[in-house]
């Protein structure tokens, strides 16, 4: 991300135009950059909105690829058009919905043709504001917004063939459209889309400053004679103009996700008169109350740049979505009136529960309420709380059920503008579905790596998850529902292995061997084990315990940062910022330099947090060191940079870590005013050397919700060298724990394989001393009736083997289980190509064995080639009569996985001489998306000791792929050859 010297010119040359403000800490919005972050791998836009908005009005300039996400990259140099939705930071390219694009001369429907050329020089941004000269049509583009409408403004040199384009097709994949030219004046429409959301629906209405002497529908591209409506998938217009040199035509488009009635109600709601510059100037004065409410008094200009566009990107979502008459569209896309709450869209909830929502609950406490009566508002209409909405679509993407951490720490701040009771019943209800492994960990108390996928990283948050609703429970007394939650919040300890230290994936009832916490693989979420192994925010006490005390678990920590060891395994572009191990550019590590503060060890907190603030942030167009991810990374800085953390959302208290500013102030909804100030800080001193709250000592290394709210005044004494002694003695340091109703984690099975040809070796182990064990070999669930486990024993043929732990004051565990396969021990396969390491199958023999790879690839039953055929022989130890042969095999393009071109059969006597008995194709298309899996074989009559199977690869990716250019994989599982 700090690799953009090439562009050190052209970024100086922006930097005098992107504001066109001079900054004033009276107008703390004139040190918004919007440009922040559309560089590296940020994915934010720099176009035009207003807080919370509808509309995000905003330059396209590419069209596809990841660093495209927001439709704009800082690099590029062409303009297709200004569309008027984006998403902030995110990892997938919905939205760039409805686009606009002025051009000069005849009207082109083609973008490749009607796009322009731009220089840096010639753009520029504010808050609520962009501006570019196109280079093709010499035409001067403006950009403004209030909550839901877009308005252009398009200044012409003269010409008599000066346009606006209408693209319905630009972005993502059309379901329907139809566009309607009301009067010379007016034109209608709507666009229904279907992408990562499946189905996003928008109508808009535009006006005109200028009647059009000219107009037309090109419906696929061509232009039809006297059209005024069109509806299809591939739906364009224009509009003509007589323009003098400098003549400006502008543009309103209302946005509306109910009806087209909506949109052009919007509109004259909020633009009902002609005046860009009113409009322009409204939408600045919105910025700068809104993130007024932090005040930095001092600071250097480059933090300033810094900390108010973190205020920005903290308030570009989640977006309004409903019209002014309080019509939306709900998650189960019917039209609902919204009672007595504002609906809102985009809940990016993995990211955001972390930093971004508890950022709320201090300066956004209405809207908090807002947000959480829309999300069980949709719990109501949907049957669960939201994972990632978007436009009224459950999309399931990431992980967890972080609507309910983002309820539970609402409630515990006293925020309950809604009904309690209905929001426990929609955390459990939304915690108990039978989908996302979320059966199997009910059941086993975590998720087994070869029953679902991410199952290290599912475990722990689904765990954090429940601590949330035994809170909850809690408060509104439901001592059951407590104590059942409490117990499920401690299934992180079923994931922890005492021999390395880490959180281990595990398979089959074991540990995975080989183990390397540096590999990125199937078992974590956009993570490896070093990034989830401190992810236990609701018991820290318990985690320091199971590394045998606080002094150890911070040593961990030390190593995280130290680590001189790459990151491996599969290619996550999100793990960026490394220090160590420690990835600041992906959300899961956002809690860990605070957790110093929980082992008594707060200074050391301050140095990693003043690192990250000063090396991780910076107001050049890459200054984001990975996504914004809809705010959390910015809701991160400001948190810090004021001097506290969200540890643990649910708990009331934050952690502190070090000033980033001399002086702060935060303005609540509740009147009352909270000063954060520090003497003597620098670059240099970050240390805190003592404190004073309301002009008392104050000791602890964190500050309360309460003590914030209430207004006051926290002051802290910096210096350059660590105090030890501040904030680390007994009841001064932040913590959680879970005390009592504690579980007896679930032992483990050691094994050499799952498969066996000879007799092997099956160990039983508990992390806990003095528990028995008991075990049943068919399938059955043991108790202390089952046999005792004393030793390690022999097993030589098929076994369901299943085990459960007894303590006498933690009770029983949940049960273990692993399958143990008794193979043909006279088959034995060779293989001829080399296996990915990431799939590898369960080995050679995984090919062979009977156990055939599940739906879920992910699961590691497959073995994956990429960008190389597969060639392997199976020698059945002797000659045999065979009726038939095949080979499985599975296509998922979105995944870069093809079935082969073609699979070729043979046999042989001798392992030498192969004769061919048939080529075998398939019928799946290889531009279909989803998952199709399908065995391609021959039924035969013929008697062979060897048999050859060799699949070609599809090879490079097509141009039409996000992965053009790249090497296919072909997954195959299993080889089958029937006597």
Not at 222 to 249: C, P, Q, R, Y
Not at 306 to 325: G, K
Not at 696 to 722: C, Q, R, V, W
Not at 791 to 803: H, M, Q, V
Request: aromatic share 12%; charged share 20%.
């Amino acid at each position: 991300m700090r690799n953009f010297t090439v562009l050190w010119i052209l970024i100086v040359l922006f930097s005098s135009v992107a504001c066109e403000r001079n900054s004033d800490l009276n107008e703390p919005a004139s040190y918004i950059n919007p440009f922040i972050g559309t560089a590296g791998h940020g994915h934010t836009y720099p176009g035009a909105t207003v807080p919370f908005g509808m509309v995000q009005l905003s330059p396209q300039t590419r069209l596809d690829g990841w660093d495209g996400c927001s439709g704009y990259h800082y690099t590029d140099s062409l303009i297709y058009g200004f569309a008027h939705t984006a998403l902030s930071g995110t990892g997938v390219s919905d939205y760039g919905d409805i686009l606009l694009m002025p051009t000069v001369g005849e009207p082109m429907f083609i973008n490749t043709e009607y796009r322009s050329l731009f220089r840096k020089s010639e753009e520029g941004a504010t808050a609520g504001y962009y501006r570019v000269k196109l280079d093709k049509p010499d035409v001067l583009a403006e950009l403004t917004a209030t909550t839901r409408v877009g308005y252009h403004k398009y200044t012409y040199p003269a010409s008599e063939q000066s346009n606006i384009i209408i693209d319905l097709k630009h972005r993502d994949e059309v379901v329907d459209s139809w566009i309607e030219i009301v009067s010379d004046t007016e034109i209608r429409g709507m666009r229904r889309s279907t992408n990562w959301a499946k189905d996003m629906v928008w109508y808009f209405h535009m006006e005109f400053s200028k009647p059009f002497i000219k107009s037309g529908i090109a419906v696929n591209d061509t232009l039809m004679d006297g059209m005024k409506k069109a509806a299809g998938k591939s739906i364009k217009a224009f509009v003509g103009f007589h323009t003098m040199d400098n003549e400006s035509v502008e543009v309103k488009v209302g946005l509306s996700a109910v009806d087209a009635e909506g949109a052009k109600n919007n509109l004259h709601q909020e633009v009902p008169d002609w005046n860009f510059e009113q409009v322009k100037a409204n939408a600045f004065s919105t910025w700068n109350k809104e993130v007024s409410k932090i005040l930095v008094k001092k600071g250097s200009p480059e933090q300033l740049k810094v900390f108010y566009t973190a205020m920005y990107h903290a308030m570009l979502q989640p977006n309004t979505f409903m019209d002014v008459d309080n019509r939306y569209r709900g998650i189960d896309r019917n039209i609902h009136m919204a009672n007595n709450f504002t609906n809102y869209t985009v809940f990016s909830l993995w990211d955001t529960f972390r930093a971004w929502h508890p950022l709320m609950t201090i300066i956004e406490q209405q809207r908090t309420n807002d947000f959480i009566q829309t999300m069980l508002n949709m719990h109501e209409k949907g049957g669960l709380l939201p994972v990632w909405e978007l436009a009224g679509n459950e999309t399931f993407c990431m992980i967890g059920n972080h609507a309910i951490p983002v309820i539970a720490d609402a409630w515990m701040k006293g925020i309950r503008g809604y009904d309690g009771e209905k929001a426990l019943d929609a955390m459990i209800n939304s915690a108990n579905q039978a989908h996302f492994g979320l059966d199997v960990y009910r059941r086993d108390g975590y998720i087994p790596g070869d029953k679902e996928h991410e199952s290290v990283s599912k475990t722990l948050e689904y765990a954090y998850n429940d601590w949330c609703i035994a809170l909850m429970a809690k408060q509104l007394n439901k001592d059951d529902v407590y104590s059942h939650y409490l117990k499920a919040a401690q299934s992180y300890k079923n994931y922890f292995d005492a021999g390395t230290g880490f959180m281990r994936p595990r398979l089959n009832g074991g540990w995975i061997t080989p183990f390397d916490p540096t590999t990125v693989d199937w078992h974590f979420t956009e993570a490896n084990s070093w990034q989830y192994s401190f992810y236990v925010p609701q018991d820290i006490n318990g985690l320091a315990e199971l590394h045998g005390g606080k002094e150890k678990l911070a040593s961990k920590i030390d190593e995280l940062f130290q680590a001189n060891a790459e990151v491996g395994g599969r290619d996550m572009k999100d793990i960026t910022g490394l220090i160590g191990q420690y990835a600041h550019g992906n959300e899961p590590s956002h809690h860990m330099a605070y957790l110093y503060n929980a082992l008594q060890q707060p200074w050391k907190t301050q140095q990693r947090v003043r690192q990250i603030m000063d090396n991780f942030y910076s107001s050049q167009p890459d200054g984001l060191i990975g996504n914004e991810d809809c705010g959390q990374m910015s809701a991160w800085l400001i948190m810090s940079a004021m001097g506290f953390y969200a540890v643990s959302p649910g708990h009331t208290d934050y952690a502190i870590g070090t000033p980033w500013f001399p002086e702060v102030e935060l303005f609540m909804e509740n009147g009352k005013t909270f000063k954060i100030t520090a003497s003597n800080l620098s670059k240099e001193n970050f240390y805190i050397r003592a404190a004073q709250l309301n002009g008392k000592p104050y000791t602890k290394n964190f500050l309360s919700h309460a003590d914030i709210m209430a207004g006051g005044h926290l002051h802290f004494e910096m210096t350059s060298i660590p105090e030890k002694s501040w904030g680390s003695a007994s009841g001064d340091f932040f913590t959680t724990s879970i005390d009592h109703d504690l579980i007896l984690p679930v032992p483990y099975i050691s094994a050499p394989s799952k498969r066996i040809r000879e007799a092997i070796e099956i160990k039983i182990e508990s992390s806990t001393p003095d528990c028995e064990i008991f075990y049943t070999l068919d399938g059955s669930i043991p108790d202390k009736e089952s046999t005792r486990y004393t030793n390690a024993f022999s097993l030589d043929k098929t076994a369901a083997l299943k085990a459960i732990a007894y303590h006498n004051e933690l009770g029983y565990s949940k049960v273990v289980e692993a399958e143990f396969v008794k193979v043909n021990s006279e088959r034995s396969v060779k293989l001829f190509s080399t296996y990915h390491p990431n799939y590898h199958g369960g080995g050679d023999d995984g090919l062979i064995d009977g156990i055939r790879g599940a739906e879920n690839w992910r699961l590691g039953g497959w073995q994956g080639y990429q960008g190389t055929d597969f060639e392997a022989i199976v020698d059945l130890g002797k000659s045999r009569k065979i009726s038939f042969i095949s080979a499985g095999f599975l296509q998922d393009i979105r995944s870069w996985i093809w079935m082969p071109k073609e699979v070729a059969i043979y046999v042989s006597e001798d392992g030498k001489t192969f004769n061919p008995l048939a080529v075998v194709s398939h019928k799946i298309p290889f531009d279909k998306e989803g998952l199709f899996m399908q065995d391609l074989g021959i039924n035969v009559n013929t008697k062979a000791r060897f048999v050859k199977v060799k699949a070609s690869n599809f090879g490079t990716i097509p141009a039409w792929h996000m992965g053009a250019g790249g090497q296919a994989y072909i997954f195959i599982d299993e080889i089958i050859i029937k006597d």
